[in-house]
């Protein structure tokens, strides 16, 4: 009985450890969730003028999650560390949603935040913008894509099936 509790416990510690991002692992998603953590209740997003917009996933599997996007920081342009242009959420079967990522757009480029390119996304594109540089930072989902992909395959957009935390 002890080793079936002990073998329970270590599974979902690996599987907690997978999940979440490692503090110092990356200084930019350190610096992300440190300016961001207000965003982790949504209700923050829409009380500061974010608005969401449907769930967006990827052909290959794996999702970006809900978007909140904020219209105006959209159209200043600027690249701000604690205000980015969409915060991202992935939705739980209990109906919450989890804040996984941010996402920094410009339409002026090449663009980089501490160093970091952005991806460039050319128009027409599925979002109906204009041609813009792109930056999510994954900073309270871990990525085994990585910290700074679009998709990642451990988020959902079906809240029944979304993966383990």
């Known amino acids: 009985m002890a080793a079936a509790v002990l073998t329970v416990c270590t599974t979902f510690a690996h599987a907690h450890q997978e999940a979440a991002p490692e503090a110092g692992a990356n200084p930019l998603a350190d610096k992300v ?3 961001n953590s207000r ?21 290959t599997g794996g999702a970006m999650g809900i978007h909140y996007v904020n219209g105006q ?16 959420y992935e939705p739980m079967a209990d109906g919450t949603l989890q804040l996984v990522a941010v996402e920094y757009i410009t339409s ?3 663009a980089s935040l501490d160093g970091h ?9 599925r979002y109906g913008l204009g041609a813009f540089y792109e930056l999510h930072v994954w900073a309270w989902k871990g990525n085994p894509t990585g910290t ?13 099936t979304a993966p383990s935390q």
């Open 33 to 35: 969730r440190a300016a």
């Open 39 to 59: 965003f982790l209740d949504v209700k923050a997003a829409t009380a500061e003028g974010y608005a969401p917009i449907p769930c967006a996933s990827g052909v």
């Open 73 to 88: 920081y959209l159209k200043d342009d600027k690249i701000d560390l604690a205000h980015p242009e969409a915060v991202m």
């Open 108 to 110: 002026k480029g090449p």
């Open 117 to 125: 390119l952005f991806n460039f996304n050319s128009a027409p594109n």
């Open 148 to 160: 700074f992909a679009d998709m990642n395959p451990r988020v959902s957009c079906d809240p029944t």
